[in-house]
């Protein structure tokens, strides 16, 4: 199986998990204890404002450390910002693989990324060829961590709300991704999405979600979406004054305001080597 195809049935299989099982298998393991004690890997750490990093050294990311620790820590406060949180309580860990070989050592699956948030733990991969998703990690633990398991019909979000927090895949927004896909017919209606959110597969379903939780927290700002994330969908109308569809039709005005029509998305790029 070609790697980008292992990686998309890999986090299939994650997002399958997250669904059916209530995220706990994430909770309970501390990964982050026993890839710190895991001699086969050498790791060297720094620490900031309750961020710290681990690189291994000798690594592309120890070249880097500096650097990262100051984007990480720029990232927890752009995502606190995002989530309209004031604080994350617990320190929080970001460890820096070089290949997703390791990833998959570490935490069981071939992924870029992966959040421990039950150990307040990001693990990234980090190399020449790719950029790490670091916004994206620290987004599930905040949230996940933060603000607890979302009501079951609200699971959609878990994935839209660290795409969307991220911004961007390849040179293309969210918003831009989100727009193709609409506008060559390949999204269902909102209330579809929502009853089977994992129909779409995690592209498709990833950035339709992402862009309608971006309009949401445009509209109603983030405690609508910390609102949502808990109570779920069933108080649509009380909650944002117009019921599914009518913020599906605004959602789709915005889009088509919004998007520049020049730019052409290459989606089979990134459905064979992902977003980084
Ligand atoms: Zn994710």
Redesign the pocket.
Known sequence: MKRAALFRVSLLVMLLIIVTSGISAQEKDDLVQSALEDTTFNWASSESRGVRIYCQRGSFAEKHRSMLLRSVTTAVDEVLEYLGESRYDKPLNVLYLESREEMERIVGQPVS?F?NWGASGVFVVFNPEWRSFEK??IT?VFTMGGWGAPDTTSRWMV?GI??HSDGWCREYTVDEIAYHLLSQGQLPSLQEFFDDSTALGEIRGGFYGASVIGFIRHTHGAEALHDLWLNGIGDFKEMFGSDVKEIENLWKNYLKLKVKKEIKVDLETIEDLGCG
């Open positions: 990324g959040a994206h990690e599930h994935e660290a795409i």
